[in-house]
């Protein structure tokens, strides 16, 4: 499959479409690294424990009624589901372009430089195992 | 694959615009997901983001070719009216996986003049 221009991202919290809302949208998956290094050796050895995921997004804020601020404010710290895709557009030829996971709403940052549109940053962490 | 915090999944149906909307009624495109073991999790979810009075049921289904001439129902969402969002209960992979090779899904309201918005999903792993 061919590099895709990230340009019609979907982002889904629950029953709220922020993709009109997000300009940048980044799902980290990782493992905490355990340190098991022992004597006799030159070099730091690394076990892979825990796995982590975090989602954090950016984009403009809106206040009112169907806009992100009032479900994310009231809802901090409650589990919600996410699904993230790189595209607008159903699958093609049932290709995983896209990521979901059971998350809790981490934290939401408002604000920003005068003049700009004012922006926001929203976390979310994973909330376990699926 | 044990299983993990996240779901690489598969989008089966995207009905986010009022356009795509209309159509969200009945069975959709049949995507050929091609297990390649039966050691695996079939995962699913719902998103609606619109909200009606009309309750819409959603079923995962699969089929052995992409005629779905026997379709089998995998994963079944509650019945839902409100914006929301379902994760289905997990299953494993059908031990004959070519009986579940081609993934579609069959969306019902309540009444066939109702639309809705909104995305489901699947993932393989």
């Known amino acids: ?130 | 694959m044990a299983a993990q915090g996240l779901v690489r999944v598969t989008t089966l149906r995207s009905f986010l615009s009022v356009a795509s909307a209309a159509a969200s009624c009945g069975v959709g495109t049949a995507y050929d997901l091609n297990p390649a073991s039966s050691a695996l999790t079939v995962y699913g979810g719902l998103h609606l983001v619109s909200c009606a009075a009309i309750a819409w049921t959603f079923k995962i289904q699969s089929a052995s070719s992409s005629g779905f001439g026997t379709p089998s129902d995998r994963l079944t969402f509650s019945a839902q009216s409100c914006s929301g969002a379902q994760w289905a209960t997990p299953i494993a992979m059908p031990a004959a996986p070519a009986e579940a090779r081609w993934w579609r899904v069959s969306a019902n309201p309540a009444t066939t003049s109702d639309t809705r918005l909104g995305m489901v999903w699947v993932g393989v792993q």
């Open chain 1, 1 to 130: 499959m061919a590099t895709l221009v990230l340009k019609n991202a979907t982002v889904l919290v629950d029953g709220l479409d922020m993709s009109g809302d997000c300009n940048e949208c980044t799902v980290t998956y990782s493992a905490e690294m355990l340190d098991a290094t022992t004597f006799g050796g030159n070099t730091r050895k690394r076990k892979g424990g825990l796995t982590t995921v975090n989602l954090s997004l950016k984009g403009f804020l809106e206040f009112g009624d169907g806009a992100p601020d009032p479900a994310l404010f009231a809802s901090m710290g409650a589990t919600a589901i996410v699904t993230v895709s790189a595209d607008s557009a159903p699958s093609i030829a049932g290709i995983e372009n896209a990521f979901a996971f059971k998350c809790a709403r981490a934290s939401i940052n408002y604000g920003g430089p005068v003049g700009t549109l004012l922006p926001f940053t929203a976390t979310f962490e994973g909330a376990g195992t699926v």
